[in-house]
């Protein structure tokens, strides 16, 4: 039986949670409130980079590692809408 795969936003939230030292539920934020304004500090913001980078099985390209890329929940999950259909299109091919 196989379980589908969780969605992005469950994803984002989940690494904020486990990584991003918020003094607030990162489950309870609207997808465009300020993060560092809920208390998301630029060392937190790197350490969710990583952990969505682990989770996800994702690389970010230098070109989205900003602070606006981690501003809010519905930026940074555009970002990994971006690395992940990247990522997918460049998957190479199964050996035949």
Same mark, same amino acid.
């Given at each position: 039986?196989?379980? +589908? &795969?969780p969605? %992005? #936003?469950?994803?984002? %939230?989940? &690494?904020?949670? %486990? @990584?991003? %030292?918020?003094?607030?539920?990162?489950?309870?934020?609207g997808? #465009?409130?300020?993060?560092? #304004? *809920?208390?998301? !500090? !630029?060392?937190? !913001?790197?350490?969710?980079?990583?952990?969505?980078?682990?989770? *996800?099985?994702?690389?970010? +390209?230098?070109?989205? /590692? =900003?602070? &606006?890329?981690? $501003?809010?929940?519905?930026?940074? =999950?555009? *970002? /990994?809408?971006h690395?992940?259909?990247? $990522?997918? *299109?460049?998957? +190479?091919? @199964?050996?035949r």
């Amino acid at each position: 039986m196989t379980h +589908p &795969s969780p969605t %992005r #936003d469950t994803i984002v %939230r989940s &690494s904020l949670h %486990r @990584a991003g %030292r918020l003094p607030v539920d990162p489950w309870t934020l609207g997808d #465009d409130e300020n993060l560092f #304004d *809920a208390g998301l !500090s !630029s060392h937190a !913001s790197v350490a969710v980079l990583v952990d969505l980078e682990e989770s *996800a099985q994702v690389e970010f +390209p230098d070109h989205l /590692l =900003r602070r &606006s890329t981690f $501003s809010t929940i519905a930026t940074i =999950r555009d *970002a /990994l809408d971006h690395v992940s259909d990247t $990522s997918a *299109a460049v998957q +190479p091919e @199964a050996s035949r």
